[in-house]
């Protein structure tokens, strides 16, 4: 399949250069958000979950009202809606947006913010519900007819589901993740796994491992690569880097006054989640890894969420991205800090650059995603 790209839409103008307090959603930037996304051919958009953030549904819905191509992937935390519930809501919304829904599962990482809505499960059976629940939703999407569930985490008589995916079976799931049962929940199950953006050896390994769990599971087939960067482009390499150092210096003046909601304050314990404990280790090997993989932007976050920068000129960010690709990321999503304006910079100056050099390799009998 071709490389494709995603990114986030944001509901308002709050950033992590500028944030604002409490914002609330802005519609008119919403649209023109997602809008400006399906303009500039970006492929897929995230639609993010936290426990004190708006509802992804209700965003998803008024992007695919916005927008013709964009598909939409809802991030959704199995601890917070009931698995019937949420095979009927993600085929509304496929069927509303003509086939563009995807669901992104997060089994939860951290077990405080877990606990914020109520949910006291260890890791690990976090990660044994979300198997439970996404063979759930692939059995109510395969099928109208009526069945029964009796698992561990979930039981039910006789749900039937009427509400249909676009393409009759299913819908594309994504699992993401750095830990041992999360190779393995989204190797046996996943359409797509996650990944974030680390150097290419650890990204190379973390898809050997992805893919041996899918062979263990039996499939014929193997999750797409999805692989998250935060790129801090200009037009020559100076600027690009004069850039990220202004970057830098706002995301540690606002986490250390803690402006911007949710942040982690300075001298904040490590992350629990295995993901964000990679990023922190390889950003003590150096800034710079690789072409132009940047880590300060890790510590100075203390890893919460994607935050592994690429710095460069626009070929610089186009020739990393390639080296991505090579390695089997079919999906790369990135987007930037000043929001808006990076998304369309990169939708002006990354992609055409990024799907014509694919194009040439393809003319030329080049083959890309090296691992296939």
Known sequence: MPTEFISVTFPNPSTELEPLSNPAIDPDYLIRYARNLDDYEFNYTLVPYDSSYFDPFTIGATIAAATKKLKIIIALRPNTMYPTVAAKMLATLDQLSRGRAVVH????????????????????????????????????????????????YYQFKQFRNRVRPVNGNSIPVS??????????????????????????????????????????AGRADRPRIWVTFRPIVAETEELAWAKAHRTLDALQGNRADMFESGRAPAGAPPPQNVGSQRL?????????????????TVTATNARGASTALVGSYQTIVDSLLDYVDLGAELISIRGYDNLNDAIDYGRYVLPRVRAELKKRGESGVEANGVH
Not at 280 to 296: F, N, T
């Open 280 to 296: 922190l280790d390889i950003a003590k090997r150096g800034e710079v890894q690789d072409r132009a993989l940047w880590y300060p």
């Open 105 to 152: 599962f997060i089994a939860g990482g951290s077990d405080a913010e877990q606990a914020r809505e109520g949910d006291f499960l260890s890791k690990d059976e976090r990660y044994g519900r979300l198997e439970e629940y996404i063979k759930i939703l692939k059995r109510a999407w395969a099928s109208s007819e009526p069945f029964d569930w009796e698992g561990k």
């Open 175 to 216: 699992v993401g993740g750095s830990s041992a049962e999360a190779y393995r929940v989204g190797g046996s199950l996943a359409d797509i796994f996650g990944l974030w953006g680390e150097p290419l050896k650890e990204t190379r390994e973390q898809v050997d491992r992805v893919f041996a769990e899918a062979a263990k």
